[in-house]
């Protein structure tokens, strides 16, 4: 089991960014598969972005080309930078670790976007 602590969450207005963080334990991080998910009040957990041991990324249609998600396996450390956020990304943001087809999660993050 990796451990996982987000942070960067908080409240911003339309249009704005914001930065996540994910930190892991782990001596081998950097063949972690990484990814961010979101979920909303009443919805379904989603898939927001990942990325592999390469720094092949892969995003949800609906942040495409808002959200960049990176790594730096030198700290242990998965970011999503988010740009251009909108009211919908409201939602409580988890990092997940997949390490050896077993899946972590951190405690999630809260992200507000006001109108």
């Known amino acids: 089991q990796v451990r996982l602590v987000e942070s960067g969450g908080g409240l911003v207005q339309a249009g704005g960014s914001l930065r996540l963080s994910c930190a892991a334990s782990?001596?081998?991080?950097?063949?972690?598969?990484m990814g961010w998910f979101r979920q909303a009040p009443g919805k379904e957990r989603e898939f927001v972005a990942g990325?592999?041991?390469?720094?092949?990324?892969y995003y949800a249609d609906s942040v495409k080309d808002r959200f960049t998600i990176s790594r730096d396996d030198a700290k242990n450390t998965v970011y999503l930078q988010m740009n251009s956020l909108k009211p919908e990304d409201t939602a409580v943001y988890y990092c997940?670790?997949?390490?050896?087809?077993?899946?972590?999660w951190g405690k999630g993050t809260l992200v507000t976007v006001s109108s």
């Open positions: 997940n670790a997949r390490v050896s087809g077993m899946d972590s």
């Open positions: 782990g001596r081998t991080f950097s063949s972690y598969a």
């Open positions: 990325i592999n041991w390469s720094a092949s990324t």
